[in-house]
């Protein structure tokens, strides 16, 4: 039997509830990413590193909708791999930031990735994390009625947690923008905190556990 509009209200305000836990964390590497590429590139530009993040969250939430996550999730070695190469790919991307020379803050002369690639930096850094593909997991089966069409419900459900981490994704972003624009005269040294906040992300991922009995907020 389909849940009356009472019982939805109330699951809604739930669903709600435990996202203002999930968020209520410090940084983690899609964070650290953002704030790395919102120094080097603006927030504007770096609004392709959201847009990257989100749609690896789309794939996830649509995946732990149908149930496929939890068959991910329990495997242990392939969860490792996905793991460690994105922390590769944070490292090596890092460190080439860090060793870069030319301008260092937004508008600057330095070299600039172009919107793919800061797409694919956030779609990497989101989508190799696995606490993420566990707090999935784990989050959407609790709000999903199965005896109603899950489509509608992945819609909202969906919608609600990319508005929110898009939102607090180009906050972060905003206030690195501003800080970048009040230290316009370190050059490279700005580089070489950008790189290393994204080292930080590199960091950051290596410390997730890929055990699903510890995962928690990213």
């Known amino acids: 039997m ?5 019982v939805i209200a109330e699951t809604y305000m739930a669903y709600l509830a435990t996202l203002a836990v999930f968020f209520a964390a410090p940084p983690g590497p899609s964070q650290s990413l953002m704030i790395a590429n919102s120094l080097r590139h603006g927030v504007r530009r770096s609004t392709a590193t959201v847009c990257g993040d989100l749609s690896a969250n789309a794939l996830q939430m ?13 495997s242990y070695w392939l969860l490792t791999v996905v793991k460690w190469a994105g922390v590769a790919y944070l490292l090596w991307i890092g460190w080439r930031r860090f060793t870069a020379r030319g ?18 930096q956030g779609f990497v850094t989101s989508a190799s994390n696995p606490r993420a593909i566990f707090f999935f ?3 959407f089966p609790q709000f999903i009625d199965l005896a109603d069409p899950i489509a509608p419900q992945l819609l909202v459900l969906g ?17 690195a923008e501003q800080l970048a624009g009040r230290v316009q005269a370190i050059g490279n040294r700005l580089n070489r905190v ?9 960091a950051l991922l290596a ?9 928690g907020p990213r």
Not at 2 to 6: E, T
Not at 159 to 175: F, I, K, N
Not at 194 to 202: D, E, P, Q, T
């Open 2 to 6: 389909g849940q009356d509009r009472k």
């Open 103 to 120: 301008a260092g803050a937004p508008g600057g002369d330095g070299p600039r990735y172009s919107a793919g690639r800061l797409w694919r």
């Open 137 to 139: 997991a784990a989050l």
């Open 159 to 175: 919608a609600t947690y990319l508005a929110v981490d898009g939102t607090l994704l180009m906050a972060w972003g905003l206030l």
């Open 62 to 74: 649509t995946a732990a909708a149908f149930g496929l996550t939890l068959v991910i999730a329990s």
């Open 194 to 202: 950008s790189g290393g906040l994204m080292m930080l992300a590199a």
């Open 207 to 215: 410390s997730r556990d890929v055990d699903p009995a510890a995962a």
